[in-house]
């Protein structure tokens, strides 16, 4: 089945690590997405990618860093800088630039 | 600016109902597109419908109709007979394509049916 896979479903971190989120596709799509989602809002771009070792800051990107090392992973690492972390996480990718995106499951953050 | 606007923060209904879900746009591009997803409680977001700028048709897909008006910047999601099953809060976006890429979204419309 092709689609998209985030990991962990939900992450606990304490105040000051750094973690990362997993993102995987098998969707052989060349761009691929990450948004915040806080709680009664719309989705936020943080960074994207349109093709391997090539990505670019989205609205929100400070605090967060990705890496592109593979058509279809694009990790999310999310560093003690980002202030106020606690949030749902979705990853998305598409075919190309412009197409439609299709979104993963998601991933909870929460920040203890 | 581009921004995507939908005013209903939830709308409650009875099954059987058809409901409609309000979305207004802002773009200065002459070239854009338009989505609707949907996000049921297990959180995954669940494309619905794309939609350009040159292409002003209504469409239907089973219960569901959207109606894209350029000249109010409109791109109206109806759901015909609504069932328990279609709640979800469901979210409208806007690309330019000029931009190519990012998704701007509405803050979404909580829809809760009730039976």
């Known amino acids: 089945d092709g689609g998209i896979t985030q990991s962990p479903k939900y992450l606990f971190r304490k105040e000051g690590q750094n973690v990362t989120l997993s993102c995987e596709q098998n969707l052989n799509h060349d761009a691929m997405y990450w948004y915040r989602q806080d709680p009664g809002q719309g989705l936020r771009l943080i960074y994207y990618?349109?093709?391997?070792?090539?990505?670019q800051k989205g609205d929100i990107a400070e605090g967060y860093s990705v890496s592109r090392e593979k058509k279809e992973s694009f990790p999310l690492t999310v560093t003690s800088a980002q202030k106020n972390p606690t949030a749902f996480y979705l990853c998305?990718?598409?075919?190309?630039?412009?197409?439609?995106?299709?979104f993963g499951p998601g991933t909870r953050l929460t920040v203890l | 600016a581009q921004k995507v606007t939908q005013a209903q923060t939830e709308i409650s209904v009875v099954e059987k109902e058809d409901v409609t879900l309000d979305c207004v746009y802002e773009t200065r591009d002459t070239t854009y597109y338009l989505f609707w997803y949907k996000q049921p409680p297990s959180g995954e977001l669940v494309f619905l419908i794309r939609r350009n700028s040159f292409d002003e048709q209504n469409e239907i897909s089973g219960r569901y109709s959207w109606n894209f008006q350029k000249s109010t910047s409109s791109f109206n999601f109806t759901i015909t007979a609504s069932q328990v099953v279609d709640s979800a809060v469901y979210f409208c976006a806007l690309m330019q394509r000029q931009a190519g890429t990012a998704l701007i979204f509405g803050k979404g419309t909580t829809l809760s049916v009730s039976s």
């Open positions: 998305a990718s598409s075919i190309a630039r412009g197409d439609e995106q299709f």
């Open positions: 990618s349109q093709i391997v070792n090539d990505f």
